[in-house]
Structure formats: structure tokens, C-alpha cells
């Protein structure tokens, strides 16, 4: 432990929102992952700019999470402060059509918001696991709908330790990209501009959507969700169940059954299963179609 650091940390974080040799399989989806050396839950924007600041004056190693349901942690865990912003900054208001969320608000909790306030657009994202920071780093979407379909602005923090506002459109959202990861932004809140509608007839909708999940994902195993992009031109689970790989197992690690495009910690896996699976995926839908399969699932 770096003492000055976790001093310091100290000064600036209540203790409670601070725990060291954290086992992060508590905080990811998967359900596997080593301990962080700290694991940091701030309760506002200056606790969050604090906590990055410290660590890079102290050379500490850090990563931002959320919900941790697109995250595999490695089974040694993570050198350094793992930074939550989840429950703590998950605030929700709306103003007219106007929703506005702090990063840490789970996206279906968002959309059900909307709902409650007669507001369509956001249907889509009822059914996705993470929260609005992930959301909006990777453009989440499903079912036809994107973040970058409702998105107006998001607040950072900069490269500088700066709070910022940053527009829709500076964010060059594409298919499961945003430029948050390479300009280094941490995503703090998120404005999005929904429609007027009739409540029953969304929330009708989004009760539609979520029968549609329970019926074709495995939801009832821990997983990070879709494990693949869609290659262009195909769709991951058809190759993956074509090259034979559907119920293909490494360790307590599995290719769902019920979808070819999830991998699931079906029985006690450890993130080496995971990882094994993944790679042994790719290699063979590779080997069998020359389609290069990439990961839509973050590994720290």
C-alpha cells in the first residue's frame, strides 16, 4: 500500500467510501476477478476529479467503472484504485423532454424515468445491465435504438482534471464507439432530448422488449452481456453457433446455449476460463469463415 496516497485519499473521501484488497468478482457482472489494491466510491464530481488527481500525482494505476456488466477483471485482480461511480452519483431529473442523469444512474432505471414521465425514445435501453456512463462511452443500443439517438451533451472531466461539457456530436458516436476512451474523458452526466408519447403505450414496449430478453439471452448465468461486436456484414452468434462452438465449454466458462453471442459463467468459472473461451472462439470462427470476431467486453 502506498501510504501517502491512501492518506491523502483519505483527506479528500469519507473512509467508507474507500476499501482495499477489494475482490472486484463482488462488483463486475461475470462474477470473476482478483482483488484492486483500492476500490473508491465518490459521492460528487470533486470527490471523483480528487480521486484522479491522487492517483496520478502518486503514479497510482486507475480505471473507472460503473455497474461492471462489460468488464473482465484477470484473476490476479487490479494493481491499483478501481474508481465506482455507481450508486453514489445516480441521480435521475427530467425537465419537459429533457432527461438528465448522473453517470452512475443504471440505464434501465433511466428509461423507466422517461416512462413514468410519458417520455419515448429511450424504450431501447430498458433492458441494458449498465449504467449511463457506460451507456454513453461505448453508445450502447439494442433493438433498433442508440445513445447517440437521444444524446444532447455529456459533463467530464478532461485530461486536465477539468469538469467540461462536451456535445453530442463532438463525441463521434458510432457502433459501439465514442472517442470518451481516447480523449480520456470520465463521463460524470448525460442530457438526452426524448418525445412526447402515452405512457401505456411505452411502457407496453419496453414490457415487449424484456419478454423478447428473457426468451433469447441467458439471464439467468452471470455474463457481461453480448460478448462480441457484430462483424460487418455477419452477426457473432450465427458464425460462433455455425462453427459448431454453441455449449462449448472451458472450465466453469460456456457459449449460451440459449445464444451463441454470450459467454457465461455457467459453474464457478474463473476470468482465466473466460479469457480461454473468448480466444478459443475467435481462433476457430476465424479459422472456419476468416472473420476476425472482436470483443465488445472490456479486460482489465
Same mark, same amino acid.
Given at each position: 500500500?502506498?501510504? &501517502? ?8 473521501? &469519507? ?83 429533457? %432527461?438528465?442523469?448522473?453517470?452512475? $444512474? ?29 451507456? %454513453? ?21 478532461? &485530461? ?18 465514442? %472517442? ?20 401505456? $403505450? ?60 454470450? %459467454? ?8 482465466? &476460463? ?27
Amino acid at each position: 500500500m502506498n501510504k &501517502d496516497f491512501f492518506e491523502q485519499l483519505n483527506a479528500k473521501i &469519507d473512509s467508507d467510501n474507500i476499501k482495499t484488497n477489494e475482490q472486484m468478482k463482488e462488483h463486475i457482472t461475470f462474477r470473476v476477478g482478483g482483488p484492486a489494491d483500492y476500490y473508491i466510491t465518490p459521492n460528487s464530481n470533486e470527490q471523483i476529479v480528487s480521486a484522479i488527481k491522487l492517483c496520478k500525482k502518486y503514479d497510482v494505476p486507475f480505471y473507472i467503472i460503473g455497474n461492471g456488466s462489460n468488464l473482465i477483471v484477470r484473476d490476479e485482480g487490479f494493481r491499483g484504485a478501481i474508481i465506482e461511480i455507481g450508486t453514489n452519483m445516480s441521480e435521475i431529473t427530467v425537465e419537459g423532454n429533457t %432527461v438528465t442523469a448522473q453517470a452512475g $444512474a443504471i440505464l434501465a432505471k433511466v428509461a423507466v424515468s422517461a416512462m413514468e414521465n410519458s417520455l419515448t425514445g429511450m424504450e431501447f435501453a430498458h433492458g441494458i445491465p449498465g449504467t449511463l456512463g457506460g451507456a %454513453v462511452t461505448m453508445n450502447a443500443g439494442a433493438y433498433g435504438g442508440e445513445m447517440k439517438d437521444i444524446l444532447v451533451s455529456v459533463q467530464v472531466i478532461n &485530461d486536465d482534471g477539468e469538469i467540461i461539457t462536451v456535445a453530442a456530436n463532438d463525441l463521434k458516436l458510432g457502433y459501439r464507439y465514442s %472517442v470518451v476512451p481516447k480523449e480520456h474523458y470520465v463521463v460524470l452526466s448525460a442530457t438526452m432530448q426524448l418525445k412526447e408519447g402515452d405512457k401505456e $403505450a411505452i411502457k407496453e414496449t419496453m414490457a415487449e422488449l424484456s419478454a423478447k430478453r428473457r426468451e433469447k439471452q441467458p439471464l439467468e448465468y452471470p455474463s457481461a452481456g453480448s460478448t462480441f461486436k457484430r462483424p460487418e456484414g455477419y452477426f457473432a452468434g450465427k458464425l460462433i453457433e455455425d462453427a459448431g462452438l454453441k455449449g462449448y465449454a472451458v472450465g466453469g466458462a460456456m457459449v449460451s446455449k440459449k445464444h451463441s453471442g454470450f %459467454v457465461i459463467n455457467y459453474d464457478g468459472a474463473t476470468a482465466e &476460463d473466460i479469457l480461454t473461451l473468448i480466444d478459443n472462439v475467435r481462433e476457430k470462427v476465424y479459422e472456419q469463415f476468416g472473420v476476425e470476431l472482436e470483443t465488445e467486453v472490456k479486460v482489465l
